[in-house]
């Protein structure tokens, strides 16, 4: 049995099998269409959900498992009637073979793990992490890039309650010769744990305070959604917008990824430009996300 809790449980070489695997299944899908036709699978999602919720049930689907499902958890569930996260997957783990869990305390994956007898994949704790969202994020610039070692990556807008960003940077922070540069509002700047966590790992992290100080041969350019649901106060918007005529000043091979969903921060007006990989991006999540599932119950 395999958790999925946080970034800070995978390798090079884990991730490395993750993705053969990912690759295999995107070229073979006959090859795992019954793989798991004796598991139920439950997805609970606690806060609201399009891409994770569904590709994640796509996947469930597409392994041939079961799927038994709590919309809206928060107010559907016996949580909304004061149940504990540990009671909730008590009960859920008589039911379903494996729990797929998203939730706004941002230690809920670890309390589910404490106690659970069936892996628990973590759909996103609060502002802690996104693990699942991060490996597929990861998969696409390797698809694109061919390669993870010596990328430049700009990460841009709520770096302090994104937990996109905040696995992303575990993940990359695996690799050799990675640069990152961070550009959003000083109130969303990227906490200092995390600051010191890519010191420490030796990756160089460079603060940018307008598009100018990224480099135009950046790599990839990954923007994110202010988090408005994680705080008291209104910040505004966001200020640093990726439109056709910021991208026109980037290398023809800068990526653009965004974990969406979108507001202001990514115009329409480059969704027809073949940097902009973000639905592609929502597309990787299944053969992602049924990887996942095949390590959860150790079949691959
Ligand atoms: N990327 C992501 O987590 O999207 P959803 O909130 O729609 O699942």
Redesign the pocket.
Known sequence: MKHVLSCEQYTRESLEELYNLADDIANNPEKYKNVLADKIIATMFF???????LSFETAILKLGAKLISTENAASNSSSRKGESIEDTINVVQQYADAIVM?HSDDHAAEKAAKIAKVPILN??SGKGE?PT?ALLDVYTIRKHKGKIDGLKVAILGDLMYGR?IHSLIKLLSLYNNIEIYGLSKKEFALPGKYVDMLNERKVKYTVCHSFDDIPTDVDVMYHTRIQSERFEGDFGKEEFIINKEVLNNFSKDTLVLH???RLEEISTDIDDDPRALYFEQ?ANGVPIRMSLFLKAFEIK
């Open positions: 806060e609201p959900s399009t891409r994770t919720r998203r759909a996103g996104h969202q996109t974990p969406l969903p929502a």
